[in-house]
DNA sequence: GTCTATACCCGGATAGAC
DNA sequence: GTCTATCCGGGTATAGAC
């Protein structure tokens, strides 16, 4: 699947990604591209094969980027979750336009390298403990926090940490899944 | 600010969600939208006066329908936070175009009508017992959960209801926030 | 590896006749 | 309230010369 690629299409990728996060997605076009490359359009087709393979490659230098933020914090002694919310969203928050390219679309696995989703997921599915449906569950309540801030639905001005505080508690505080109601776990 | 529509733009706008949920966001184009109505394209800025009103208007008779579905299910006995998410995510995969549309930007809120975003958020508050940051968490952890679904984030193939379960378990366990560990209060 | 030229398609929106 | 004609902009991508 994903090929590798020559150092120029590389920095070709690499100035793909700054003008999409300093301009925003519908500014990532061929044109745009090329005039910051300072050459036209028609010849980043050398280099690439199209705009999608373009895309893939900044998807997947990003997932690389958050694989990193993640690994460069695992083991620092912080309560993971905690962690693990604060390095997700920071990353989030710092890259806008990445991160939406990045989720806003089904995931073009055949174009990315192998491994790499794994790689950036391992961290949460550690912080919860290793149970698989909570890692996903905690990743939505992530994924939904940002989001919600990146698209301006929590009330203006209003401080986003308390509902970040809610959930982070909620996917930390019990051991397991009550049966019904109530009755939380004492830890002892 | 919303200003009211005429009956025509009012049908103009039905016309539009059909082509907007069969067809994708893409495909909601003036050209389409005229083609669907047997006018031409130009025509249609006599009833709405551009494309961010026609839009606009989507996204509030989603809304209503949104709030509709809620309203029709509280107080129906069964667990308040449980059937919310169902609600919503029934809502949410029935119309993943719209709901798209009505989550992907910042709302128009000055082009649509008064209270009705308060309306839709009025169940879910409700149903985690009132306290706001417990409500915006909650409603983070639905939304992540949906859009996962919706851009298939989730592994191919798997049943994403442990996980939802998980979620709707972790708001509905604690009565408050802890102050570090997991030192749940008693109701009483 | 870059260029020019071009094909082909699409979009939102306005003016003015009827 | 609909039409035609049009403006002006944008996009991905290919062919072929240098």
Redesign the interface.
């Known amino acids: 699947m994903a090929k590798p690629l020559t150092p120029r299409a590389r920095q070709i990728v690499a100035v793909a990604r700054e003008l999409l996060e300093e301009e925003g997605a519908e500014a990532l076009t061929m044109r745009r591209l090329g005039e910051r490359l300072g050459i036209r359009a028609a010849s980043l087709y050398k280099h690439l094969p199209n705009k999608a393979a373009l895309e893939a490659a900044i998807i997947a230098v990003g997932f690389e980027d958050a694989a990193a933020a993640f690994e460069a914090v695992t083991g620092n002694g912080t309560e993971p979750l905690d962690t693990f919310a604060r390095v997700y969203r920071a990353f989030a928050l710092a890259h806008p336009h990445l991160y939406r390219l990045m ?5 073009p696995r055949d174009l990315l390298p192998e491994g790499l989703e794994q790689r950036a997921a391992a961290p949460l599915l550690q912080a919860v403990g290793g ?4 890692a ?2 905690a ?7 940002v ?2 801030e990146l ?4 009330p203006p001005g209003e401080d ?1 940490w ?6 982070i ?6 051991a397991t ?2 049966g019904q ?7 002892h």
Do not use: S, V
């Open positions: 989720t806003d679309q089904p995931l149970d698989p449906a909570r996903r569950a990743f939505a309540f992530a994924h939904g926090m989001m919600l698209t301006q639905r929590l986003p308390p509902a970040w505080r809610e959930g508690a909620a996917f930390r505080a019990r899944t009550p109601r109530a009755t939380a776990k004492h830890p």
